[in-house]
C-alpha cells in the first residue's frame, strides 16, 4: 500500500497540502498519514497556557482531529473514504518531518508551501524547504491556491550534470498511475550539447519496460533558468512540474536557494522535487 506523508500546522496552505492528498491518494489507492509537529522549544508565554507536555500534546491532538475529520466538512469539502492516520510528535518540524518520513519508509511528503518568509527562515529556511532538501522520498509542494487536477500533463526538468537514474524510476513510478504525457525540458543558455544527457534519459525510460505514458525530450532557449522554465509550463498548460534536487554539502544546501526551491516559489502548480540518485523505492 503506498503511504503518503501529509506535514499540517493548521493553516490555509496545510489544508491545501492536505486536500490535494487526499485527491491524489484516492487515485493512487494510498493511505495517507496527517501529522502535526508541536516545536520542541518553549517559551514563558508558552507555558502560561501549558501546564505540562502532555497538556501540549492532547491539545495538538484534539486540533488535528478536528482539522482531518471536521474542518473539511465545514469548508464544503465531501468527506474521503481514503484511510487516513494522524500522528503528533515534539521536535524541530523540518527536521522531524524528514526523519519521521525516512524511518517509516514513506512513498510520497504533500506539504504547503508558501511565498512570503521572514529573514531568518530566508537563511535557514522554512519546513517546506528543508523537507525538500532533508527527505529521501518525493516531495510535492502545495501553494494555498494550488487545487487537485488529476496529472494530463507533465513537465520535467533535467540538465547536464545530475544523476537521473533513480530519479526517473521514482518519476515512472508515480506516472503508471496517472500516464500523464511528459515533456522532459533542458533550458540551454550556451552552446553545450546535451545529447548524451538525452540519450541517457532515453535509456532510463525504457529500461524498466516499455513506459505507458508519450514522451519529448525537448532543448528550451531561455537566459534565466528559472523564469523560463515557469513561461514554459505556463504555455504547455502543465499540471505539475517535476524536479531533481541536487546533492550539496549540508552547509551549502542552506545557504543556497536550490532552483527547485526558487521555482517552486514563483509557480503555483504542484512541483514534486526528487532526490538526485535517490535509494531504490519499494515495489
Given at each position: 500500500m503506498i503511504q503518503i506523508l501529509v506535514p499540517v500546522d493548521f493553516t490555509k496552505v496545510s489544508f491545501s497540502a492536505y486536500h490535494y492528498a487526499i485527491k491524489m491518494a484516492e487515485e493512487m489507492n494510498a493511505e495517507i498519514t496527517v501529522m502535526h509537529v508541536i516545536n520542541g522549544s518553549f517559551t514563558t508565554a508558552d507555558t502560561m497556557f501549558l501546564d505540562s507536555m502532555d497538556a501540549s500534546f492532547e491539545a495538538a491532538e484534539k486540533r488535528l482531529q478536528y482539522f482531518v475529520y471536521e474542518y473539511s466538512d465545514k469548508?464544503?469539502?465531501?468527506?474521503?473514504k481514503v484511510t487516513t492516520k494522524t500522528d503528533v510528535r515534539f521536535g524541530v518540524p523540518g527536521f522531524t518531518i524528514a526523519d519521521f518520513a525516512t524511518d517509516k519508509k514513506f512513498d510520497y511528503i504533500v506539504a504547503g508551501m508558501r511565498d512570503n518568509h521572514s529573514i531568518i527562515e530566508r537563511v535557514l529556511g522554512t519546513t517546506s524547504t528543508i523537507i525538500t532538501k532533508l527527505s529521501t522520498c518525493p516531495v510535492i509542494l502545495i501553494h494555498e491556491n494550488t487545487r487537485w487536477v488529476k496529472p494530463?500533463?507533465?513537465i520535467f526538468t533535467i540538465d547536464d550534470s545530475t544523476d537521473f537514474d533513480e530519479s526517473i524510476y521514482s518519476y515512472i513510478r508515480f506516472n503508471s498511475v496517472f500516464k500523464a504525457p511528459t515533456d522532459f525540458i533542458h533550458i540551454k543558455r550556451d552552446d553545450k550539447e546535451i545529447d548524451s544527457t538525452k540519450d541517457a534519459i532515453i535509456k532510463e525510460v525504457?529500461?524498466?519496460k516499455e513506459p505507458d505514458f508519450s514522451f519529448e525530450v525537448?532543448?528550451?532557449?531561455?537566459?534565466?533558468?528559472?523564469?523560463?522554465?515557469?513561461?514554459?509550463?505556463?504555455?504547455?498548460k502543465a499540471d505539475m512540474l517535476v524536479m531533481v534536487h541536487r546533492k550539496r554539502s549540508f552547509l551549502d544546501s542552506f545557504f543556497n536557494r536550490s532552483l527547485s526551491i526558487r521555482t517552486a516559489e514563483g509557480l503555483h502548480l504542484p512541483i514534486m522535487v526528487l532526490e538526485?540518485?535517490?535509494p531504490l523505492v519499494k515495489n
Open positions: 469548508m464544503g469539502y465531501t468527506q474521503s494530463s500533463k507533465v525504457f529500461k524498466k525537448k532543448t528550451i532557449y531561455g537566459g534565466d533558468i528559472v523564469q523560463s522554465i515557469i513561461d514554459f509550463s505556463i504555455f504547455e538526485e540518485n535517490p
